[in-house]
Antibody
Framework: EVQLVETGGGLIQPGGSLRLSCAAS????????MSWVRQAPGKGLEWISI???????YYADSVKGRFSISRDISKNTLYLQMNSLRAEDTAVYYC????????WGQGTLVTVSS | SYVVTQPPSVSVAPGETAKITCGGN??????VHWYRQKPGQAPVVVIY???DRPSGIPERFSGSNSGNTATLTISRVEAGDEADYHC????????????FGGGTKLTVL
């Protein structure tokens, strides 16, 4: 059974950093597209980053230069390093598998506030 | 970057047909996926690669994509179809391969 479990969210001050983790089971994170998608309270979904099986990475303009996606094959875990956080980054962050997305994690809430 | 536009809301009576659009520059040359999201739940794909339907999704759900508009059509709408619907443009050759629209709230009157 495929499972995705995100951790690492929380309350952080503007300008701070957080690293989100997504522990995967039932498949290898290196074998497929893995994405991060966020959803601000009461808003729609926002694609923010993807890593291809071949290791290409892409970012939304809203996070480019501040966020970094990576994976650890030995731990079968996807990461999102988030730096220079802003109030507008407040959202539930989901990791997601495949294109189209067929598996979602439960989400982890990131709140950026002083 | 690529912009995908959806109407914020669509309302339809039970038994009628709902059409939810997803607009973008020459979106017909890209692929579009549609997701349904009910409150407190993760999204579920209902149409992928423009018009394919996953197993378990009723035949009432269909999709098309041409020109500058992709469309999700839900026939014989039921109360249980009420949800947020999100389209996602997919273009693996793009620097922004997986952009979502803003989402559409489908209300069943």
């Amino acid at each position: 059974e495929v499972q995705l479990v995100e951790t690492g969210g929380g309350l952080i001050q503007p300008g701070g950093s957080l690293r989100l983790s997504c522990a995967a089971s039932g498949f290898s994170v290196s074998s497929t597209y893995m994405s991060w998608v966020r959803q601000a309270p009461g808003k729609g979904l926002e694609w923010i980053s993807i890593i291809y099986a071949g290791s290409y990475t892409y970012y939304a303009d809203s996070v480019k230069g501040r966020f970094s996606i990576s994976r650890d094959i030995s731990k079968n875990t996807l990461y999102l390093q988030m730096n220079s956080l802003r109030a507008e980054d407040t959202a539930v962050y989901y990791c997601a598998r495949e294109v189209p997305i067929i598996n979602w994690g439960q989400g982890t809430l990131v709140t950026v506030s002083s | 970057s690529y912009v995908v536009t959806q109407p914020p809301s669509v309302s339809v009576a039970p038994g009628e047909t709902a059409k939810i659009t997803c607009g973008g520059n020459n979106i017909g040359s890209k692929s579009v996926h549609w997701y349904r999201q009910k409150p407190g739940q993760a999204p579920v794909v209902v149409i992928y690669y423009d018009s394919d339907r996953p197993s378990g999704i009723p035949e009432r759900f269909s999709g098309s994509n041409s020109g500058n508009t992709a469309t999700l059509t839900i026939s014989r709408v039921e109360a249980g179809d009420e949800a947020d619907y999100h389209c996602q443009m997919w273009d693996s050759r793009s620097d922004h391969p997986g952009v979502f629209g803003g989402g559409t709230k489908l209300t069943v009157l």
